[in-house]
């Protein structure tokens, strides 16, 4: 029976885990490409629960219809933020990026407020039922969750990898201004990266709300913060590196829970986060980057 226990709390940790990896995927992609922590991340997150919400509520869409268009609305934010906010300031300081990232993060809270209204929307479960092995029982929503991240990780593994809007991904990232020689539009890459990643946050929103069906103004910013915490913890700017800090970061709230920690899991995620800063700074799979002075 213990054994059970412990193995449906892995899955459980790997379910909330690889949710976190997908939305780390987008912190890491952003600040591969230009060094920015889009601290509103997390909120294009809600932007795309509260689509999915009403989508589901008030127009009875089809749930497959419901999460496209909460992926669509997703990108669609993300974008907006990249071309209305972050452009103009490309050559900026990156303390006025980071700055501009905050100030977009408590719009959208706010804003959101304005028009949802501050309280919780709870709606019923999106893939209902669990598969039973044994004394073992595993959500349908925890399988769903870990195939489609999955496949959207291996899908972004392969364009970043094969193709050749991947490869101005990495040109960019490795010397914007010898990208510019070379003929990439860096602006259309830099969009490129945002629309993939706001489009992996939307995904990821599908996949919270189908764990834990309810959504606020606000449900996006410990999310994302706990992001944040992946994907330094696997190495800010590594790909591979947000998929495993994710996952573990999941899991090992999921034990510290299982353990009687249930209230200090928060803390127990910022202390990792601590750790690796004093320790290991460049994460599990980072890579230092030197500066020539």
């Known amino acids: 029976m213990q054994l059970s226990l412990l193995l449906t709390q892995f899955i459980n940790g790997l379910q909330t885990g690889s949710i976190y990896a997908l939305v780390a995927l987008g912190y890491s992609m952003v ?29 009875h869409f089809h749930p497959i219809v419901a999460a ?10 993300g974008l907006l933020i990249q071309q209305i906010a972050y452009r103009p300031l490309l050559n900026a300081p990156r303390l006025s990026l980071l700055i501009t ?53 291996v899908a972004l593994t392969l364009l970043v990898s094969r193709t050749k809007r991947g490869q101005a991904m990495r040109a960019v990232s490795e010397d914007m201004d010898a ?14 990266t945002f629309l993939i990643g706001s489009a992996l946050a939307g995904i990821g929103a599908v996949l919270y709300v189908s764990s834990y069906p309810q959504v606020s103004p606000t449900m996006g910013s410990m999310l994302g913060l706990k992001a944040f915490v992946a994907a330094v ?36 995620v910022f202390a990792i986060l601590i750790l690796v800063l004093l320790f290991k700074p460049d994460g599990i799979m980072g890579v230092t980057r030197r500066e020539k002075v």
Do not use: C
């Not at 496209?68 to 934010?77: E, F």
């Not at 709870?122 to 925890?142: C, K, Q, R």
């Not at 700017?237 to 299982?258: H, K, N």
């Open 179 to 192: 990208a510019r020689l070379m003929g990439i539009d860096v602006n259309r890459t830099i969009a490129f």
């Open 233 to 268: 913890l696997g190495g800010i700017g590594s790909l591979p590196g947000a998929m495993v800090g994710g996952l573990l970061i999941g899991v090992l709230e999921v034990l510290a829970s299982a353990v009687g920690l249930s209230v200090w899991k928060d803390a127990v």
């Open 31 to 59: 600040y591969g490409i230009i060094l920015l922590l889009n601290f509103a991340h997390g909120d294009v997150i809600m932007i795309g629960a509260y689509s999915l919400f009403y989508a589901l509520v008030q127009f």
């Open 101 to 153: 990232a905050i100030g977009m993060s408590f719009l959208l809270q706010n804003g959101a407020q304005i028009l949802f209204g501050a309280d919780a929307k709870s709606l019923g479960p999106l893939v209902p039922g669990a598969l039973h092995l044994g004394n073992t029982s595993i959500s349908y929503a925890a399988i769903v969750t870990l195939l489609v991240s999955v496949l959207s990780m």
């Open 68 to 77: 496209i268009l909460a992926v669509l609305s997703s990108t669609v934010v």
